[in-house]
């Protein structure tokens, strides 16, 4: 999904995941992000450490910047190409 995101809403500074659960203040959540450069490469969300690699869950929602996309949307694009020729 984060990558038909990007493509579709290319211009977009912040992408979000959340769950149908999970309730946002979207007032809260913009003038949080509003302190950070969209175009660096940014993630938000709860994060652990798993296996000596560092994770990210979605149980919260995944906040991602459009830097962080940008450079994430080739390897994610190669990986479930790789995984379709399974």
Not at 7 to 22: A, H, S
Not at 39 to 46: E, H, I, K, R
């Amino acid at each position: 999904g984060l990558v038909e995101m990007y493509k579709k809403y290319p211009d977009k500074k912040w992408y979000g995941l959340l769950d149908d659960d999970c309730f946002c203040n979207a007032h809260g959540l913009v003038t949080a992000l509003s302190a950070f450069d969209s175009s660096q490469p940014w993630s938000f969300s709860q994060s652990g450490f798993a296996k000596s690699n560092w994770r990210l869950f979605g149980g919260a929602g995944i906040i991602i910047s459009h830097g962080m996309l940008r450079e994430m949307a080739p390897h994610l694009t190669k990986y479930f190409n790789d995984l379709d020729s399974r």
